[in-house]
């Protein structure tokens, strides 16, 4: 006898879900090195509060950029598009936060990226906290000693849809001064999608593959 082996994924096929928050990669607004003020509309999707904030890209890293000077490696500068924002702008704690549309009861997947750089005199060192509906859910702590690039942290964090869900994200103990610039706090790439649930073809594999034997003659 002969068999023939179908894996589960020649069947069911493969599905992306779809990133629920807007300007997650901060390409908006474009153009070189910004500081952003506080409110809402300064990053577009996002409410800013408690200080400003700027966005920079690749092209700031690039000859005739912002900081070029710094010697950073423009490639290293982003995790998702040309942009990324940084939330330790000023000698203040800031707060990014957008409001998303859920489904209540569904499983959501959160993910973002996390960065810092020993560059500019700064000490390398990020500090944040995860926010959900108004109340702190995590703290993030990363320090990076490089001073040629930006070096990011991807970061994950799960939970289930109320409906209508506010994600905010924090520095936290930022310093930056004329005299006194110690942390960088980047954020990139920020994604929003709910965890499919499994099919019935799935669940007949029971570990993703499904084993099929057609006798043949």
Do not use: C
């Amino acid at each position: 006898m002969k068999y023939t082996l179908i894996t589960l994924a020649a069947l069911a096929g493969v599905t992306h879900a779809q990133n629920l928050i807007t300007n997650g990669s901060f390409e908006n607004p474009a153009g070189p090195y910004t500081n952003l003020p506080s409110g809402s509309g300064s990053v577009p999707g996002w409410n800013v509060s408690g200080s400003s904030v700027s966005v920079f890209g690749v092209v700031d890293f690039q000859p005739s950029g912002a900081f070029v000077s710094s010697g950073i490696a423009p490639a290293s500068s982003t995790t998702d598009g040309v942009k990324a924002l940084d939330l330790a702008t000023n000698n203040a704690d800031v707060t990014i936060a957008q409001t998303v549309g859920t489904s209540a009861g569904t499983s959501y997947n959160l993910t973002f990226d996390l960065g810092s750089t020993s560059a500019l005199g700064r000490n390398g060192i990020g500090n944040y906290e995860l926010l959900l509906n108004g109340n702190v859910v995590a703290n993030y702590h990363i320090e990076v000693p490089d001073t040629t690039v930006i070096r990011y942290f991807s970061r994950s964090y799960a939970f289930t849809g109320t409906g209508s869900d506010t994600i905010a994200f924090r520095s936290v103990g930022s310093t930056y001064t004329a005299s006194l610039k110690q942390d960088f706090a980047f954020i990139d790439n920020v994604s929003l999608t709910p965890v499919p649930e499994p099919s019935s073809a799935a669940l007949l594999g029971l570990g993703g593959l499904a084993l099929i034997l057609r006798r043949r003659k």
